[in-house]
């Protein structure tokens, strides 16, 4: 933006300035997600939500302003991410690690993104039985 600025007893004496104004992306941060030890079983299990721990700003994420996408999907399949936001472990997941990456960026701000990672390890399979 350019304006004009001149003494009002000497308006001959002016002066011209040029100004610019800079909008940038809140500091957005989404945190590392790590679920203790589980023991898996023979249906889906909701573990956490990854918005619970991510920022915007300082102050908590509110999921319908972020777009949610997976980076890097867990290579077995057995870890997922909802839409909502809600990390699901699927049925029958043996031992082992599973980890995905995912990424949210503002929905005003496209271009301001981060990413985090979710990680849950499985100890073994229950025996449990339905009584």
């Not at 995905?100 to 039985?129: D, F, H, M, W």
């Amino acid at each position: 933006m350019e304006y004009k600025i001149c003494e009002v007893n000497n308006p001959t004496n002016c002066d011209s300035v040029i100004s610019e104004v800079v909008v940038t992306g809140g500091t957005l941060q989404a945190n590392p997600d790590t679920i203790g030890s589980i023991v898996g079983i023979n249906q889906p299990t909701t573990l956490i939500n990854v918005f619970a721990n991510d920022t915007n700003n300082g102050l908590p994420v509110v999921a319908n302003t972020m777009n949610l996408s997976v980076v890097t999907a867990d290579p077995t399949g057995f870890l997922t991410l909802n839409p909502d936001g809600t990390a699901v472990l699927g049925a029958n997941a043996p031992a082992g690690i599973y980890e995905l990456i995912y990424q949210i960026c503002e929905k005003l701000n496209p271009a301001n993104c981060s990413s985090a990672s979710i990680k849950v390890t499985v100890t073994g399979q229950c025996t449990c039985r339905n009584l």
